[in-house]
């Protein structure tokens, strides 16, 4: 095609299209699908192979059904993801011959073609594709059962991939037709039409495109009708629109729906008692939604009815059981398989002065995406937000995970009015010989927690020792959900007289269950500890000896997934105790194990990120006692950010070259900043015998601002610790802050903002040049004016400013009255701190160097000032002469 000709026009060679064809035939043959798949996805990079997709695609019913399916999805993604080998004049064709597809007597060759359909509709938009929606129409209102299946399916697809983006004039007016064609077809005779259409309108309600807020009225009756259809999933489509409509379009549909509120109810809670678990997911989602629309009662007088409905539906079915047999047994030392490990999420290093998790209840599931064709009607393929494990679970999961945040957000609406009817179905459930319906009670139990707390502190001494003993259950599930259930209950335990009676059983209690013989029960006990650990803080310092003792020993027996959450519990105690974990005896129990695992990890393993995060808090509490593992830890840190730096270099000049993943690069920088913070001047040989700096300044070029931005957060932490190492790098890393003072990346631009403060305090005076030469006070003093800064930046944008205004006033005093009142009202609400002061003490200066410029909005500085809880004699000084009688600046508030 490289001639420009049609595809009309175009013959292909007969040896290579029988070539391309047996390779689909065998990507269909379990024996020979690798090497096929392989082989296919080298030719998608070849312009050529997308004209022959097209072609086998295009040809008659004669060819095989599954080979002509297969040429349709590469092409498919070839338009989608690579657009630069697919030949317009092939899409053109495309455009006119596919619609012939949708006539086949093969659901497999329509569903494909109406994929295709989509995909060319992303591309080139639907308004500029003007035969689209007449070619669809004309099917959709033909009397052949095939093409009408063909063009609604085709028209789903388009209005899934495209609703987003018909907003224009043109888009509205496509949409409009769209509805109005969709809601025709509201008491279709046949069930998946019907489904189709309402499926079609439903995409709209959460679209920016209006057409069917102007059709409301008869969308809604149609919805109505549709309530009556004995399809489930008609009925769940149904549910779908409701919830949406409660969501998104509340203000829109109140005078609408307020006459049916308790029809609308009574339907919602028959279809979370259906039999099928889709529909009943979805119907429990309701819950969620009126639960959220805080200005409107919806449901409060049905509670009664509702809240019976939901416990019920979170108990485990037969079904669910038979599935989770494989969890329910002492599977402790098998290992992991790699398919059931999440990969961990590093959070990058940021400085900022800014000051009901029912899901986590509930193990989340990776919906299986079955085939885009094969698997049309299966749409609710999505990452389930719950967290606490990585089990791949059905929709019976999520109809367990629905029921549950839907009584997590009620009892946060309704608090204690919500007791009188759930405590007896918790006591009864408590009560039931059929160890399913017990756990369903402990599930509701923590469920309420956040919402109902004051209520329930009266049966909580008794419930606690309850659920301690219940950690010793045969049944694994009920251990795991006692675990978490604890921890929604941690902080009563903390702060609660009552609780804190029971505090002691409740760390023993939670660290023997740590140890559990079953993975899933580590994880969640892991977990829940962790949370304890959070909110407890220094009372866990008698217990320490054991709390390390027990997390040693999980260290060395839990497998590669729950090593993670272990990481996570190590980590966050660090954090807690602090430097109490620095005693000798604790550091020889705690750091082996530790260096041990961290020298057998491979480079590219990703389990270094939790690891060094864990490091990292345990550095943070130990301080100088971290001093003889610093050493290894760093030189490898630098090695590891060499790497990948280097890899990113060699992937921008060679396209073929995998980026690598960033986090190699990130996770021990910010490691390396927390090991500064522990050891300050004791890390400047390490940093002088190393090219660090000069690997920072590549870092800071880097394309991805999580890489730049840790690099920033160390440079700053090296400019408190060992200035004189990066003096003779000042030229070059200010050119480097100066371009990435941008606000669009606010966490890259903070960490700048407050490493220019922080080499500030240390060239004091001699700074001046610096900023000059990058023109730095111009850029603070419009991040400081800039309409919708973030909060956190104005506060370091502010702090910065004043460090600066201590050693040199003349760029910033100039411009004092137009930035004043921001910079007070960003640092007003922050807490005390040392950086607060230097702020403080710069800004005095400047007010002081140009008090007219401080005289309009002189008002709210006084304002911030009297934030101040407790600050320095130096400080009460600088204010008192900033408003002495005899001041500049009282001289000018007196004219």
């Known amino acids: 095609m490289a001639d420009g000709s049609g595809l009309s026009e175009w013959h292909p060679d007969q040896e290579k299209l029988a070539y391309v064809y047996n390779l689909l035939a065998d990507s269909q043959n379990p024996e020979r699908q690798e090497a096929a798949k392989h082989d296919l996805e080298n030719l998608c990079e070849s312009p050529e192979f997308s004209v022959y997709l097209a072609y086998i695609f295009t040809s008659s019913e004669e060819v095989d059904t599954a080979v002509r399916a297969s040429a349709g999805l590469l092409l498919k993604n070839n338009i989608l993801r690579r657009a630069e080998t697919v030949d317009a004049s092939v899409v053109e064709l495309l455009k006119e011959s596919i619609f012939q597809a949708l006539l086949s007597e093969s659901h497999l060759i329509r569903t494909t073609a109406s994929i295709m359909i989509a995909a060319i509709a992303v591309k080139t938009g639907v308004t500029h594709w003007p035969q689209l929606l007449p070619a669809l129409f004309q099917l959709i209102d033909s009397n052949n059962p095939a093409a009408l299946d063909g063009a609604f399916t085709a028209l789903r697809h388009v209005v899934e991939d495209c609703h987003q983006t018909m907003t224009d004039k043109s888009g509205k007016e496509a949409a409009t037709s769209i509805i109005t064609k969709a809601m025709h077809f509201f008491q279709h005779d046949e069930e998946r039409i019907r489904a189709a259409a309402l499926q079609i309108c439903n995409q709209f309600i959460i679209s920016p495109c209006t057409s069917l807020l102007e059709l409301l009225p008869t969308f809604i009756q149609g919805i109505f009708a549709l309530a009556a259809d004995t399809d489930l999933t008609v009925q769940r489509h149904v549910c779908e629109a409701l919830v949406m409509l409660f969501e998104v379009r509340l203000d829109h549909i109140l005078p609408h729906v307020l006459p049916h509120i308790d029809d609308i109810v009574q339907y ?157 179905l918790i006591e009864s459930l408590f009560q039931s010989s059929e160890w399913p319906r017990v756990e369903s009670g402990i599930l509701a139990l923590g469920a309420i927690a956040e919402g109902c707390m004051s209520g329930l502190s009266g049966y909580l001494p008794t419930l606690i020792p309850y659920l301690i003993d219940l950690l010793q259950n045969e049944q694994p599930l009920i251990r795991s959900i006692t675990s978490w259930t604890m921890s929604r209950y941690c902080r009563w335990v903390v702060t609660d007289p009552e609780g804190q009676k029971l505090f002691d059983d409740t760390v023993k209690a939670l660290l023997h269950t740590v140890n559990d013989r079953n993975k899933r029960v580590q994880q969640a006990a892991c977990s829940a500890f962790a949370q304890l650990e959070e909110v407890a803080e220094d009372r866990l310092e008698p217990h320490l000896p054991l709390i390390i003792d027990t997390l040693m020993h999980a260290y060395k027996t839990y497998q590669r997934k729950n090593m993670v959450v272990l990481y996570d519990a190590i980590g966050t105690l660090a954090d807690s105790v602090g430097p109490a974990l620095a005693h000798p005896e604790l550091v020889e129990r705690l750091m082996p194990p530790l260096l041990e695992r961290y020298s057998h990890l491979a480079d590219d393993d990703t389990e270094l990120f939790a690891l060094l995060e864990c490091l990292t808090a345990v550095a943070g509490a130990l301080g100088e006692a971290y001093h003889p593992f610093a050493p290894d830890i760093f030189q490898h840190c630098v090695k590891l950010t060499q790497q990948t730096l280097e890899q990113a270099q060699f992937a921008h000049q060679d396209p073929s070259i995998d980026y690598p993943n960033p986090d190699f690069c990130v996770v021990p920088v910010d490691h390396i900043s927390a090991m500064v913070e522990a050891l300050q001047e004791h890390m400047g040989p390490l940093i002088q015998q190393s090219n660090l700096l000069a690997l920072l300044e590549v870092a800071m070029t880097n394309d991805v601002p999580d890489v730049r931005q840790s690099a920033f957060a160390l440079l700053g932490d090296v400019s408190k610790a060992a200035f004189c190492l990066v003096q003779p790098h000042l030229d070059d890393v200010f050119a480097l802050m100066a371009q990435n003072m941008n606000p669009a990346e606010v966490a890259v631009c903070n960490n700048v903002v407050w490493c220019i403060g922080e080499i500030a305090m240390q060239l004091k005076g001699q700074i001046q040049p610096l900023l000059e030469r990058h023109d730095m006070c111009t850029t603070l003093i419009q991040l400081m004016t800039r309409p919708m800064t973030a909060k956190t930046l104005l506060e370091n944008v502010a702090i910065t400013i004043g460090r600066i205004s201590m050693f040199w006033q003349d760029a910033l005093a100039q411009h004092l009255s137009e930035y004043l009142a921001h910079w007070s009202m960003a640092l007003r609400d922050i807490t005390d701190s040392e950086e607060k002061e230097h702020a403080f003490m710069g800004m005095c200066h400047l007010v002081k160097r140009n008090p007219n410029g401080a005289l309009r909005t002189f008002i709210f500085f006084c304002d911030a000032i009297n934030s101040f809880q407790t600050p320095s004699d130096d400080l009460l000084h600088t204010f008192h002469d900033l408003f002495d009688v005899n001041s500049k600046v009282n001289v000018a508030i007196s004219k």
């Open 268 to 424: 919602i809670l028959m279809c979370c008692q259906s039999e099928d678990t889709a529909l009943a997911q979805e119907a429990c989602e309701f819950w969620i939604a009126v639960a959220d629309a805080t200005e409107n009662d919806f449901v409060s007088a049905h509670l009664d009815k509702i809240l019976p409905v939901l416990l019920d539906r979170m108990c485990y079915t037969e079904d669910d059981i038979e599935w989770l047999k494989t969890e329910m047994r002492d599977d402790a030392d098998e290992q992991d398989r790699e398919q059931d490990i999440r990969p961990h999420h590093h959070k990058t290093k940021a400085h900022t002065h800014a000051h009901s998790d029912v899901q986590s209840a509930v193990n989340g599931f990776n919906g299986a995406t079955a085939s885009d064709a094969e698997d049309d009607d299966d749409d609710d393929d999505d990452d389930d937000p719950f967290l606490g494990g990585a089990e791949q679970d059905d929709l019976q999961w999520g109809l367990r995970r629905s029921a549950a945040a839907g009584l997590d957000l009620l009892a946060n609406r309704y608090h204690d009015a919500i007791l009188p009817t759930v405590v007896p």
